[in-house]
């Protein structure tokens, strides 16, 4: 039998829940989504830094107390953006947040 996907603001089957209420009520998921807005803030504030054709490439990574990951789709990205880290540190610190320190990956192809 095909499912079907009720539509916005249509009343939910019974035993089910919003994702908002799903999310609120898990501990794991109110902490993944605080970790997800704080890699997504940190991005928001180097944004910035980076050249206009860079931005695209790079994307926010998982945060957690030992490092921020910096994402890239490409290794030229991926290389300005290891030589940047020490001015996104600074950046970072005059915004507020003095640590974990920055990592650079790159997005796997696919």
Request: proline letters at 0%; a negative charge; hydrophobic letters at 40%.
């Given at each position: 039998m095909p499912t079907t996907v009720p539509r916005p603001g249509a009343p939910l089957p019974a035993g089910t829940q919003a994702i908002g209420q799903a999310l609120a009520g898990s501990e794991p998921l109110v902490a993944l989504t605080q970790r997800l807005r704080a890699s997504q803030a940190r991005l928001d504030a180097v944004l910035p830094l980076l050249a206009p054709a860079m931005r695209p490439h790079v994307k926010a990574g998982p945060i957690?107390?030992?490092?921020?990951?910096?994402?890239?789709?490409?290794?030229?990205?991926?290389a300005k953006l290891r030589q940047m880290l020490p001015a996104m540190e600074a950046h970072l610190r005059t915004c507020g947040w003095p640590g974990p320190p920055v990592r650079v990956k790159m997005l796997s192809p696919g």
């Open positions: 957690d107390e030992t490092g921020w990951t910096l994402l890239a789709t490409n290794s030229a990205v991926s």
